[in-house]
Structures are given as structure tokens and as C-alpha cells.
């Protein structure tokens, strides 16, 4: 159980356009999600929280209108980069919590996503 | 705001033997986890054991355990019969009432024949 997947898991994209990355939680309801951040060699770092039904809540410094997240469901959540440049290749990895069972402060990852924008 | 500390980028051993991983971390809340997850060439993040703060006891998971010191602010994981595939990069990590999970900077461990 507590499977979250992620799709795709390779985009490549061309500087200026925008990519989405899919996150569903598959046997359980998410009502939080995390989408992380990790460049190569060093660990995770947070970029926001998203609850279903409300805004995103962004870490310091990560840039909003660059990166949308959409929490429309108890099961999917997404992340649109907007605008991609070079410097936002890195490999994205969400995570989902699991609403209302013990250990609910413990978090199921998805195998994360290799962004590379040429 | 929470910290984790991990002061041991790299780590050896061989294989079917024992090998502690130690973790630091510093937090304000009371009620919190610990957590030791594993990241194997794969990238796929793994729970190995959990750690709830309220609970002295330490948590086992087969062969895996930890050592957890409260007042010491120490959580270290412990490997026994250590096997080719623990090979990973292994991350402490602590969440709180916050529900957000802060990452140590991680151990990169290699299980060699």
C-alpha cells in the first residue's frame, strides 16, 4: 500500500516552454502533498506544500508563477514549470501524506521526475 | 525551525557486517518524528524505520534499529548483516506538528564484497 507515482518520469523540454509533472497518490487519499527539489549529490529541499482544494504554500524563495501547483483532488497534484530555463534541470520527487491513519506525519514518495530543458 | 545533522557524507562496509549511521538534530516542539529514509541508486525514496518522540523505546525494523537519545538529541540507525542492495544514500530526517519533513544533508553508504 501508500503507492504515489509520478509522471514523466523524463521530460526534456526546450528553454521558454512549460512542462507538468503529475503526482497521484493510487490507494489512498492525499490531503497534502510536497513537491521537493533535489540537485545532483545533495538532499531534498522543499519548494511547497500543497493541501487539496486550497493555494499552495511556497518555501522562501521559490518562485510562485514559475512553479504552479494544482491540488485539484484527494489523489493528484501537479507541477507546471513555466517558462523552463537551463537552470531549473533537476530531478523533482513529490511526496503525499496519508489523512487520518497513524503515522500520518510520515510521508510515501514518488520516484521523482528528471527535468533537463535544453 | 528544526535541524538535522548528519556528519558523515560517506560510509563503508562490508558486506554482512554491522555499520552505525549517526544523526543529529535540534527541535523546539515536543511532540515530533524521526525517520530514516534510504535513496538507492534508483532515486526512489524508501521509509526504513520510524521513530515517534513520546516513545523511549527504540524502533527495530528486521535488520534494522535505531538509537535514539532524546535528551541528547541523537538519532543514530544501525545496519546488521549489512547487504549489497542497503547500498544508498541515507537521509535522518525530523517533521513536527508542521507536517514538513527536514532533510539531513544524507550518508552515502557502500556495502562492498
Known amino acids: 500500500g501508500a503507492v504515489v507515482s509520478q509522471h514523466p518520469s523524463w521530460v526534456i523540454c526546450k528553454s521558454g516552454t512549460s512542462v507538468k509533472i503529475e503526482c497521484r497518490s493510487l490507494?489512498?487519499?492525499?490531503?497534502?502533498m510536497f513537491w521537493y527539489r533535489q540537485f545532483p549529490k545533495q538532499s531534498l529541499m522543499l519548494m511547497a506544500t500543497s493541501n487539496e482544494g486550497s493555494k499552495a504554500t511556497y518555501e522562501q524563495g521559490v518562485e510562485k508563477d514559475k512553479f504552479l501547483i494544482n491540488h485539484a483532488s484527494l489523489t493528484l497534484s501537479t507541477l507546471t514549470v513555466t517558462s523552463a530555463h537551463p537552470e531549473d534541470s533537476s530531478f523533482y520527487i513529490c511526496?503525499?501524506?496519508?489523512?487520518?491513519?497513524?503515522?500520518?506525519?510520515?510521508?510515501?514518495f514518488g520516484p521523482g521526475t528528471r527535468l533537463t530543458v535544453t | 525551525a528544526q535541524t538535522v545533522t548528519q556528519s558523515q557524507p560517506e560510509m563503508s562496509v562490508q558486506e554482512a557486517e554491522t555499520v552505525t549511521l549517526s544523526c543529529t538534530y535540534d527541535?523546539?516542539?515536543?511532540?515530533?518524528?524521526l525517520f530514516w529514509y534510504k535513496q538507492p541508486p534508483s532515486r526512489q525514496m524508501i521509509l526504513v524505520i520510524r521513530q515517534e518522540a513520546y516513545k523511549q523505546q527504540n524502533a527495530t525494523e528486521n535488520r534494522f534499529s535505531v538509537n535514539f537519545q532524546k535528551a541528547a538529541k541523537s538519532f543514530s540507525l544501525k545496519i546488521s548483516d549489512s547487504q549489497l542492495g542497503d547500498t544508498a544514500m541515507y537521509f535522518c530526517v525530523i517533521t513536527g506538528t508542521a507536517s514538513k519533513l527536514t532533510f539531513g544533508t544524507g550518508t552515502r553508504l557502500q556495502v562492498t564484497l
Open positions: 527541535t523546539s516542539e515536543n511532540n515530533y518524528y
Open positions: 490507494d489512498f487519499q492525499a490531503t497534502t
Open positions: 511526496s503525499a501524506r496519508a489523512a487520518g491513519v497513524f503515522g500520518s506525519y510520515e510521508q510515501y
